[in-house]
């Protein structure tokens, strides 16, 4: 079994900062680019950032600067930090993995978390 798990959502004002974390459990797996999504009621879903296995990074224009995506590969976790957050960064963020599982490779998904800037 594989499963995803998020953490670190919440209500920030402009200008702060948050921290979200997604830990992938399980056994037998080989993880390889992992990422998180967003998306703001009325839209659609649209990739934030990525992290390759060789930690390659990737990040929409509209964060770059300001968010930071990073892996921890001996605790199957990758961290998004966010600062100068904006209005416009409100969303639920979504953990996604390329993983490999008993030799079927999948997108997992995890559960998503509220992300509100705001005063």
């Known amino acids: 079994q594989v499963q995803l798990v998020e953490s670190g959502g919440g209500l920030v004002q402009p200008g702060g900062s948050l921290r979200l974390s997604c830990a992938v459990s399980?056994?037998?797996?080989?993880?390889?680019?992992m990422g998180w999504y967003r998306q703001a009621p009325g839209k659609e879903r649209e990739l934030v950032a990525s992290?390759?296995?060789?930690?390659?990074?990737n990040y929409a224009d509209s964060v770059k600067g300001r968010f930071t995506i990073s892996r921890d590969s001996a605790k199957n976790t990758v961290t998004l930090q966010m600062n100068s957050l904006k209005p416009e960064d409100t969303a639920v963020y979504y953990c996604?993995?390329?993983?490999?599982?008993?030799?079927?490779?999948?997108?997992?998904w995890g559960q998503g978390t509220q992300v509100t800037v705001s005063s």
């Open positions: 992290i390759t296995s060789g930690s390659a990074t």
């Open positions: 996604n993995a390329d993983i490999t599982f008993r030799w079927l490779k999948r997108n997992y």
């Open positions: 399980g056994s037998d797996f080989n993880i390889n680019t």
